[in-house]
């Protein structure tokens, strides 16, 4: 066993000694008939970012080659509002890499995410996972770089309200139990999202918890590793799918919706980013923020309201996106600072030997920790559709690479303060903000649609068919007309619960 696999989660990579972008369809076979696979299940996700099934039960070898070969018809006009019902069969293919074990099936199964193509073969043109494809492959070929992203899941937990040990209203930033009752589920979640092929950074428990109406509301997050973006994206709808069904086991609720109620922390899916070239990371140079790094924040700003357009889809992302609670209104960037749009998290650039210092037993040892620097997209929410905004972000980070004048531009909208303290009220004014409601967004889109559509990557089609969507909406004033009424919003709330 290599140095890759030797600890991976993944059974299938343990028992095949490979990486996963390395399977292929004899690897696959050779692993069901080992381990006496009796099921195949393909999953694909559907306009509304659930993962979709098809069951499969094994017959033959010859059977299992050729549903591993030729995939399968399904209605896609069922699956996405753009398909038209009189040619709505598509073909789901399925992706080697993808392969895992189902964790929650009753008899040995393996699972694949599938790609869509259309009745002449051709990749599904308007599928969001095929955009994110030609984004990436775009940004290759127009920059020489690769996109690396990571995705950060934050959850509520509903469950009945106990007496015993209450935690501490908004205050369960990094709980331990038994204040932080759901840990179990977390790590839980976390192992079995590990062996089904997910890059797991950490998880913990974060600050909101409160009680309503005889439920108490507990705020979790589980964060990523950065990968590819193609993966990453993959390996978010997966683990949104574990975590559902695991809660579905424990009997409780969870949900990823970007607001309960006012006052209280809304959830968001906060996207780290790097550019790496041959391997390498490039965000850092001579221990400080790369040009490289900059260029590619300043497509983040210049894209950011029409980004709301694929992270930010329902009219409750809104009401997350307020000042004063660690959500981004205004479109700027800075260094750990959390009421910018594009923060920079704490880096490794320091020169002191902390790991010596905190363990006097150990021997310093020069280490460069540049890899671990990320770039941070703190306005999308887990109503995203995953693979149009990390499609979204890549095209922004190209953009940035292509704009003349991306460090200017960077360096004008840079903030090193607190940009919602009375004290800088006039910085604020002068910074462009955030779409306010879904309608707003969609005026963002369909300024920015050029660069979007630029070396074919978003289809005009699917662009209008965004814009029309999140128009109907009609949310203009409806944080307004709402104001603070709990019962109202958390009516509101219940609509959307269950989005991404």
């Given at each position: ?238 683990a949104k799918w574990i975590m559902r069904t695991l809660a579905y086991k424990y009997g409780v609720t969870i949900t990823f919706a970007p607001k309960i109620t006012v006052g209280k922390a809304g959830s968001g899916m906060h996207v780290h980013t790097r550019v790496m070239k041959d391997g390498r990371s490039v965000m850092i140079k ?215």
């Open positions: 066993m290599n140095e890759f696999t030797s600890m991976n989660p993944n059974p299938l990579v343990q028992y095949l000694n490979k990486p996963a972008h390395e399977f292929t369809r004899s690897d696959l076979m050779r692993y069901i008939e080992d381990h006496d696979i009796e099921m195949i299940n393909f999953r694909y996700v559907g306009w509304d970012g659930r993962l979709k099934t098809l069951n499969f039960i094994i017959n033959s070898r010859d059977h299992l080659e050729n549903i591993l070969t030729s995939g399968e018809r399904v209605d896609g006009s069922s699956l996405f509002p753009f398909v038209e019902a009189g040619s709505s069969d598509l073909y789901v293919i399925p992706k080697y890499r993808t392969a895992f074990r189902n964790p929650f099936a009753d008899v040995p199964t393996l699972d694949l995410l599938c790609s869509f193509y259309d009745r002449n073969g051709n990749p599904l043109e308007n599928s969001p996972e095929y955009i994110l494809r030609k984004a990436h492959q775009s940004m290759q070929d127009k920059t020489g770089f690769t996109f690396e992203t990571m995705g950060e899941l934050e959850y509520y937990i509903i469950s009945e309200e106990e007496p015993l040990y209450p935690a501490v209203n908004q205050k369960g930033y990094h709980e331990s139990s038994p204040f932080n009752k759901y840990g179990q589920y977390r790590r839980e979640a976390m192992r079995l999202i590990a062996q089904s092929g997910g890059q797991i950074k950490y998880g913990h428990s974060e600050v909101g918890n409160f009680s309503l109406d005889g439920k108490v509301y507990e705020q979790n997050e589980i964060e990523f590793l950065p990968t590819n973006v193609e993966d990453a994206a993959d390996q978010i709808v997966i001579d221990g400080k923020l790369s040009d490289e790094a900059r260029k590619a924040i300043a497509g983040y700003l210049t894209l950011a309201g029409s980004l709301t357009a694929f992270g930010n889809t329902n009219p409750t992302s809104y009401f997350r996106l307020v000042p004063h609670q660690e959500a981004p209104t205004n479109i700027c960037w800075g260094d750990r600072n959390r009421s910018v749009l594009v923060r920079v998290p704490l880096g490794w650039s320091n020169a002191k030997d902390m790991i010596s210092d905190a363990n006097p037993a150990e021997s310093y040892v020069a280490k460069d920790f540049s890899e671990k620097q990320t770039v941070e997209f703190r306005a999308p929410d887990g109503s995203a559709d995953i693979y149009l905004l990390m499609a979204g972000l890549t095209v922004a980070a190209r953009h940035g690479f292509e704009r003349g004048d991306a460090l200017e531009f960077a360096a004008k909208t840079y903030v090193d303060i607190n940009i919602f303290e009375e004290a800088n009220k006039k910085r604020q004014e002068e910074l462009e903000k955030l779409p306010a409601s879904c309608m707003e967004s969609a005026d963002a889109l369909f300024r920015h649609k050029a660069i979007y559509q630029k070396y074919d990557v978003f289809p005009e089609s699917i662009l209008d068919f965004i814009i029309a969507y999140l128009r109907k909406y009609d949310d203009k004033n409806l944080r307004k007309e709402l104001g603070n009424d709990e019962k109202k919003i958390l009516q509101l709330v219940t609509q959307y619960f269950h989005c991404g």
